[in-house]
């Protein structure tokens, strides 16, 4: 039976390979930060992790874990309902539900999770999900995964969102989906004008704040923050795994009933190990140092603001964005390669992007900020980017 099969997942391999997509991972020897150690012993700056407030590898989060790890040990070996919780998960959901201003908060084993079990407790065939087409594919996948009727809005069109839930009068309840930042261009969601049209025709909101928790807003509070709607949202779903400490765990924060309810039939928390006490007490020990002061946050805000004002000066064409991702466009697939592979010659970490990831025609080179890098480093990335730019002809 194999042998067929075999040859079929070669074909299907090479077809990805012709295509120009298949994905080599390149392998770090170094702790995740903004510089880094590739195999093979190259230093490189990094500017493409989602380590947006440098957390990664913070020296008081790995305290925090070593700590609880001696004193509660290594894993849970357990569901949470069974016999998975420990104080630790309990306070980590409490932190949670404080820091986004909600009532109570759900764990996952990642964001993945929480957005896969998201809808399918909540709603049946007789309810709607009005969702934005650019959503993370785990909202896709969670959306899938739920008997309730589906709409889909442009990315960030109002107009259109209007237009689906009228349509979507036809349903008892409705759940508009969102993410905060899309991952591509750094766009915020239009939040504001969504929730209005939340009240305008009856629905809830959710937002998945994996990319604007802990980078935007003032205080890092996120897209709730950035539009002064801390609370007002129903639903909020998140990841430990981006700028809250950069490592894995995902949660789901909002009404008390809602979250009640995903502890009793949601799947992925039913059916899934529980998070390690020694994750759960770094998460909170992030919490903390986000909330203590603002350090982190602004260094972020400021490096941001540096590196997209010198790109632009220097000509080069950037996305709109509202978060620490800085997508520096070239439209030609085979110039984002190149580009790229380029960078890393002069020390600088990033990686081009083109279709299917994003639309055809579209390719660009997704630079992500750190509260970790230094000056010095983002000089060294803009000259790069300005050097290389020149010899491919693009400046
Ligand atoms: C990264 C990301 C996720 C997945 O988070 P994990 O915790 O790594 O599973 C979900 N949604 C969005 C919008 C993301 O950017």
New binding site residues.
């Given amino acids: 039976m194999y042998n067929d099969f075999q040859k079929h997942l070669q074909t299907t391999l090479q077809e990805i390979k012709d295509a120009g997509l298949y994905k080599n991972e390149r392998v770090i020897i170094t702790p995740q930060s903004s510089a880094i150690k590739v195999e093979g012993g190259v230093d490189v700056i990094n500017f493409c992790a989602n380590n947006y407030l440098g957390l990664a590898d913070n020296p008081e989060l790995i305290q925090a874990a070593k700590e609880r790890m001696d004193s509660r040990g290594y894993g849970m070996a357990s569901v949470r309902f069974i016999c998975g919780t420990q104080d630790t998960h309990k306070q980590l959901e409490k932190a949670v539900s404080d820091f986004f201003g909600t009532e109570d908060t759900i764990l996952y084993a990642?964001?993945?999770d929480a957005?896969g079990g998201l809808f399918e407790p909540l709603l049946t065939e007789q309810d709607a999900i009005i969702s934005d087409a650019l959503n993370?594919a785990?909202?896709i996948d969670g959306v899938r995964l739920c008997k309730a009727v589906r709409y889909r809005y442009k990315n960030g069109d109002m107009a259109d969102l209007e237009q689906q839930l009228i349509a979507a009068q036809a349903q008892r309840f409705r759940i508009i989906a969102t993410?905060g930042v899309f991952?591509m261009d750094g766009n915020v969601c239009p939040l504001d004008k969504i929730y209005e049209l939340a009240q305008k025709y009856n629905a809830l909101v959710m937002v998945?704040e994996?990319?604007s928790a802990g980078v935007v807003g003032k205080t890092g509070h996120g897209v709730t923050e950035l539009y002064n709607m801390r609370g007002k949202v129903e639903i909020i779903t998140g990841?430990l795994?981006?700028a809250f400490g950069g490592s894995?765990?995902?949660f789901t924060t909002g009404r008390k009933e809602i979250i009640d309810l995903l502890r009793q039939r949601s799947r992925p928390y039913l059916f899934s190990n529980s998070i390690p006490p020694m994750i759960a007490a770094a998460g909170l020990k992030t919490f903390e140092l986000l909330t203590r002061d603002n350090t982190l946050q602004d260094r972020l805000h400021a490096n941001t603001d540096y590196f997209v004002t010198r790109m632009k000066a220097a000509g080069f064409d950037i996305k709109p964005t509202q978060s620490a991702i800085c997508a520096v466009m070239l439209y030609d697939a085979r110039l984002s390669q190149e580009f790229a592979a380029a960078l890393q010659q002069e020390g600088i970490y990033v990686t081009g992007f083109y279709y299917p990831v994003v639309p055809q025609g579209q390719a660009r080179i997704r630079v992500q900020l750190s509260a970790a890098h230094t000056t010095e480093q983002l000089d060294k990335g803009i000259a790069a980017f300005i050097k290389v730019a020149k010899a491919l002809n693009v400046l």
């Fill in positions: 990642a964001c993945f957005n993370h785990s909202i993410d991952s998945d994996s990319h990841t795994g981006k894995v765990g995902g």
